[in-house]
Structures are given as structure tokens and as C-alpha cells.
């Protein structure tokens, strides 16, 4: 889904497109409308799955559409001050082109930006992120005026309870008034999160984004490359790995059809499956598959769920998938029962960014394998998307004016 289709608010959409996001992550998807049509969530989701833009892109387009000014808009309540920051660099990327003011408040950090964060608290700033421990400190001086506010947000809130904020945010809450939107994310949903939930949401949207891990015994690779070497490199791929049978994916159909054209000619026995063919047809090819006759096969993703072919042993991605869950039933359709399995993936130079978020879903670092030196240079490995925010030298127009304490870049 593209993020056109949610009715963003110009100036958020610029942001979104500074920020490289194309396409929404399965919990922008589910997350985004509810928040739109002012209903209280719960989500699980870890970290990677692009939560964080899930609740600030609705959050900050309501403040936007709708602006109050001297008031506190949306409070983020996170468990460290690591995630503060993080959060807080993510917000100052997609409000980049907007006027709302933003400040994060978490210990630790000097006089100076204690009397930011007072003014802030007093006079209003769009959205704050703050730690428990330094918000009850704020509050416990008097002067805290939350009259405005309009969302609550607890984030990572199972790791907040492992903390021991439970009583800070009880704290907290109830200087907030009583008629708000309120958010929970949570990695994991224990009873006591549920507790939680039941006593501060109002009729929550629940959202559930378990992502599967793939199995560890398969062998995972990513090969960096320029479009034009993905052909050539596949066909080397092909005839130096050992397989019993292959299974190469292609987003597009277009692709699979000029990939099984091209491999064909170079004399590999493959076939295709896609939509275009008949369920008698799809049934005829993926027998042959299956009984070896045809080793090879290049098929979209209507392939990467369902198919169960113990002899898999080799998966090729000729491109990066959509999103984390795509890449995780891809590469699942290898090393079944008790086989292994190798999955490759062909990273093309603007693909970059889209496998670093399926990296950081799958917490792990795949391997960049190298490239045959006779394919040519090869690009680097710089995904953007690898840390929060993004960098605003690229000819965005100007930096629209901020109130003076909007405080995140100060604290990188
Ligand atoms: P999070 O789960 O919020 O920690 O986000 C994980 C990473 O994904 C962050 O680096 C985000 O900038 C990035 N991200 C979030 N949404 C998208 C999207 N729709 N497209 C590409 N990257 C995204």
C-alpha cells in the first residue's frame, strides 16, 4: 500500500518521500487508519517493523489538520533514552517540512535543557517523548500543564513494565485528562500489558504483527550488485551451487517471464508460474518440480506461502521482497523438514534500503557475499533506512522555521 492512499496532509507526505518510505510495512497498514479515524490501539509489534512512523504519521497529521497552539498535542511515554532520542530523530525526519514543535525529556541531561523541557511543558509543543523518571520530576515541580493533550502513546510498554514504571505511568496518566486518544505498543502481550491496556484504552483496535524468524539452519546471503549484473550473476550462482531444486522469486511477473526467457537460453531447464497461468497449468508445473524432471522454477510471490517441497534446497531472491514477512516465506520454502537450505538474495543498488528494514525486522545481519570480480565493480553497502532520520542534504527546499525549543538534533 502506498502512502498516498492514506490522505496524508501534504507537508507529511513530504516527509515520507524525504524519508525514502514508498510503500507502508504491514503495521503502517493496519495501524495508520484506526489512529486516522481517532480510535485507541493496541499493537504488537517489535522494533523494525516501522511502528514508530505507524503512530506518529496519523498522531502528527491530526495535530497538523487540526492545530492547537500553547498546548501539549501528543505525549510518547518509551522506557529508555535511547529509544527517546531515536523516537525523536524519527519525528524530527517526518515533520521536517511541517511547523509542529517537538521535544524529547529523559534524565540525565544538563540544567539548560531542563529549562527547555519546563517551558515546553508549560507553554506546549506539539508531541513530546519523555522517559517516566524525568516526567515525574517535571510534574512533581507543579507547573506541568497537560490541559490539551490529545493523544497518549506508550511505547515498548511491556519493557517499561519490566522496569518497573508501572507506578510513574500510573502517575502520569492522571494528570492527563480524561478524554484523549490513547496508543499501546508492545513487543509482547503478557497479562499484565493486558491489565494495562484494559484500564487506559477505550474500546482498542487490536493489531497483531507477530514476525515469524526463519529457521537458522538456512544459509543466508545477499549479493550487492547494479541491475544489469543480476542476470549474469545468476546464471554463475546457478551452475556453481550444487541444488536438487531451485527456487528463484521475482516481485513482478514481467520479471519472472523475461528471467525464465533468459535462463532458457542459456540452457537451464526452468519453468515459470504466475498469475497469468491456469490452476491446471500452475499444478502441472510445480508436479514436474516437484518429481525433479524440471529443477528449476521462477515463480512471484503467490509461491512463497504454501508451497511445502522437501528436496528445496536452493531459494534465489532476483529481487528484495516487499516487506520482512514476503522475505521470511520466501526463503522458508528452502531447507524444509530435516534438509538444509541456502537462500540468495540479489540486492540491487535501490533496494538497498528495503533490505536493511528486512535486516533489522529479522535482527540479524545477513552476510554480504562478494561478487565474482569478472561481473565488474560492485555498489557499497549504504542502506539509508539502517539509522533513524535521514539526511537532509539533498536539495528538500528549505528547513521550514521551528519554535526555538524543538530539541532533538541537539542531542545526537
Ligand atoms: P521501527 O520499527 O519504527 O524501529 O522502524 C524500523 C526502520 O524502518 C527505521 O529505520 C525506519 O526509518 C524504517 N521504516 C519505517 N517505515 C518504513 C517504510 N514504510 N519504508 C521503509 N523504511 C521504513
Known amino acids: 500500500m502506498r502512502f498516498t492512499e492514506f ?12 524519508s525514502n518510505y514508498e510503500t507502508a510495512t504491514p503495521v503502517q497498514e493496519q495501524v495508520i487508519p484506526p489512529i486516522l479515524e481517532g480510535r485507541d490501539v493496541i499493537a504488537s509489534a517489535q522494533t523494525g517493523t516501522g511502528k514508530t512512523a505507524a503512530f506518529l504519521l496519523p ?39 511541517t511547523h509542529l514543535s517537538s521535544i524529547a525529556i529523559y534524565g540525565g541531561n544538563d540544567a539548560q ?22 516526567m515525574i520530576a517535571h510534574l512533581n515541580m507543579g507547573y506541568v500543564n497537560m490541559k490539551g493533550l490529545r493523544f497518549l502513546i506508550l511505547d515498548e510498554a511491556d519493557r517499561m513494565l519490566d522496569m518497573g514504571f508501572q507506578d510513574d505511568i500510573n502517575k502520569i496518566i492522571k494528570a492527563l485528562p480524561a478524554k484523549r486518544q490513547n496508543l499501546l505498543f508492545s513487543a509482547t502481550m503478557p497479562e499484565k500489558i493486558r491489565q494495562l491496556a484494559k484500564r487506559i484504552l477505550h474500546e482498542p483496535v487490536e493489531i497483531n ?34 541444488y536438487k531444486n531451485a527456487l528463484i522469486f521475482c516481485s513482478r511477473k514481467q520479471t519472472v517471464k523475461q528471467v525464465r526467457r ?8 526452468i ?56 522475505y521470511v516465506h520466501r526463503i522458508g520454502r528452502t531447507a524444509r523438514a530435516e534438509a538444509d537450505g541456502a537462500a540468495f538474495t540479489l540486492v540491487g543498488e535501490k533496494e538497498q534500503n528495503k533490505f536493511a528494514v528486512i535486516e533489522r525486522l529479522l535482527e540479524k545481519e545477513v ?9 565488474g565493480e560492485t555498489p557499497a553497502y549504504h542502506p539509508r533506512s539502517r539509522s533513524h532520520g535521514h539526511s537532509h542534504s539533498q536539495g528538500h527546499g528549505e528547513r521550514p522555521k521551528r519554535k526555538f525549543f524543538k530539541s532533538s538534533s541537539r542531542k545526537r
Not at 490522505?7 to 524525504?18: R, Y
Not at 531542563?114 to 524525568?134: H, N, S, W, Y
Open 7 to 18: 490522505n496524508f496532509h501534504p507537508q507529511i507526505l513530504e516527509g515520507i518521500e524525504a
Open 59 to 97: 498522531v502528527m497529521n491530526r495535530l497538523l489538520t487540526n492545530h492547537v497552539d500553547g498546548q501539549v498535542g501528543a505525549l510518547i511515554i518509551v522506557p529508555t533514552r535511547e529509544l527517546a532520542i531515536q523516537i525523536s530523530q524519527h519525528i524530527e525526519g517526518l515533520s521536517y517540512f
Open 113 to 134: 535543557n531542563f529549562v527547555a523541557e519546563k517551558k515546553a511543558l508549560q507553554m506546549g509543543a506539539d508531541v513530546i517523548v519523555c522517559t517516566p523518571g524525568r
Open 209 to 242: 504483527i507477530a514476525i515469524s524468524k526463519p529457521p537458522e539452519k538456512i544459509i543466508q546471503k545477499a549479493f550487492l550488485v547494479y541491475e544489469p549484473q543480476k542476470l549474469p550473476l545468476i546464471k554463475k550462482l546457478l551452475r556453481e551451487t550444487p
Open 262 to 269: 533468459e535462463l532458457k537460453q542459456s540452457g537451464f531447464n
Open 271 to 326: 519453468e515459470e508460474i504466475h498469475s497469468d497461468l491456469e490452476q491446471a497449468q500452475r499444478e502441472s508445473v510445480l508436479g514436474s518440480f516437484a518429481s525433479g524432471r524440471i529443477p528449476l522454477l521462477v515463480a512471484t510471490d503467490i509461491l512463497s506461502r504454501g508451497i511445502d517441497i522437501d528436496t528445496i534446497d536452493l531459494v534465489i531472491n532476483w529481487d528484495v521482497p516487499g516487506d520482512g514477512e514476503d
Open 367 to 375: 552476510e554480504k557475499a562478494p561478487v565474482p570480480k569478472e561481473l
